[in-house]
């Protein structure tokens, strides 16, 4: 799996599942900045994340796995046969000195479970103390928020890499709380920063993505997120139904695809909602520049890269109080809670209303901006975890 020659340099092994937004772009950062450490990476994943997010680019080697996003028993089985081959590496590697991962990194829940069982088959012996198996890092980037049996399928796998991971790290103090709540071993936080600005759009693309838009002077309120429940977009829809009562309806735009788009198209179609949905887009600095307020709905977040993004192009923003977004934000947004139109539509008329309290805003989300962790932080922090793992 790892090139000859790899002894110079950690060898890591990176896990992932199906990504096609934060998680991916995550792991796509680190791959780059291990490598630039002169770390030996190996990125494991599904051949869509390959072709979305470019892992070789980074200098990183990529091996197709497929690691689905919900539990499908014969192809999990299939999928940790394939990581334990990856992993383990061949006598013929270990001769050459390129043998397999001394650390292995998973990201993601699902990939986390997969890794712990793909690990507790190299050698065999209880998992947290063989010396022949490396070390398994966990990054939890989303909560469970599903219900019924698929609830009850994801608590057990929480058990599992709670007690199968040599260090979980979470992307929001709850995700913390509950890996140390059932018993992890060594519990700390997730940085996931937004990828750096390539540049800053000034006011001329802010005025011709208003013109594209066809707005004139309404106020425009920009959501970026993937159309799923978890984004909490009924509810932005409810609070939209609010807004055409003002004197200049804001149009709201909402960035991204998913599964709720046709729901979401016919209700703002029969209701006659000043929402306009515009798919998948690469221009979203753009759109951030031309934005009045940015909202952020959503039911749970860890630490969005739009709220990140949104905050680098000093908007004023709104978002839910939920997961790690209170933590992100600090005194930068008005916080709403999740689920509550009637929070959200007030919140967005007062920012609307207030301009004094739209350049307060805007200021501090500047500031904040400032504060939060760079990529390189991030990729200082998990080479120091990973060196203490080893040597440990």
Do not use: C
């Amino acid at each position: 799996m790892f090139e000859q020659g790899s002894e110079a340099g950690l060898r890591v092994a990176l896990v992932l599942g199906t990504s096609a937004g934060g998680v991916g772009r995550h792991v796509h950062s680190v791959a780059a900045g291990l490598t630039a450490r002169g770390a030996h990476v190996v990125v494991l994943g599904p051949p869509e994340t390959e072709e979305l997010f470019g892992f070789t680019g980074t200098g990183a080697r990529f091996a197709p796995v497929e690691i689905s996003d919900r539990p499908r028993p014969a192809r999990d089985a299939h999928a940790v046969a394939r990581l334990r081959r990856l992993l383990r590496g061949t006598p013929g590697d270990a001769a050459r000195g390129s043998g397999g991962a001394e650390v292995v990194h998973a990201h993601g829940l699902r990939a986390g479970g997969l890794a712990v069982a793909a690990l507790a088959g190299i050698v065999p012996g209880p998992l947290r103390f063989s010396r022949g198996r490396p070390p398994l890092v966990v990054t939890l980037h989303n909560a469970v928020i599903a219900g019924g049996v698929t609830a009850v399928a994801y608590g057990a796998l929480e058990r599992i890499v709670a007690r199968g991971a040599a260090a979980v790290l979470g992307v929001s103090p709850d995700l913390e709380d509950r890996m140390r709540a059932l018993g992890a071993r060594e519990v700390g936080r997730a940085l996931v920063p937004a990828p750096p600005p390539t540049r800053s759009p000034g006011p001329a693309e802010r005025a011709e993505m208003r013109a594209e838009l066809g707005i004139g002077d309404r106020p425009l309120i920009l959501t970026v997120g993937r159309l799923a429940h978890q984004k909490g977009l009924p509810t932005l829809l409810d609070a939209a139904a609010g807004w055409t009562a003002r004197t200049s309806p804001p149009l709201v735009a909402i960035v991204g695809d998913g599964p709720l788009e046709n729901e979401l198209r016919g209700r703002i179609e029969t209701e006659g909602l000043p929402v306009r949905l515009l798919g998948r887009r690469q221009d979203v600095p753009a759109l951030l520049a031309a934005a009045d307020v940015v909202v952020v709905p959503s039911v749970w977040e860890g630490q969005p890269l739009v709220v990140q993004e949104a905050l680098r192009a000093g908007r004023p923003l709104i978002a839910t109080r939920v997961g790690g977004i209170p933590d992100l934000v600090e005194d930068a947004a008005l916080l709403v809670p999740p689920g509550d139109a009637g929070a959200l539509r007030d919140a967005v008329a007062q920012v609307l209303d207030d301009s004094a309290l739209a350049v307060r805003l805007g200021a501090a989300a500047v500031r904040r901006a400032a504060a939060l962790p760079t990529e390189d932080a991030a990729v200082q922090q998990l080479l120091t975890l990973y060196q203490e793992l080893v040597i440990r």
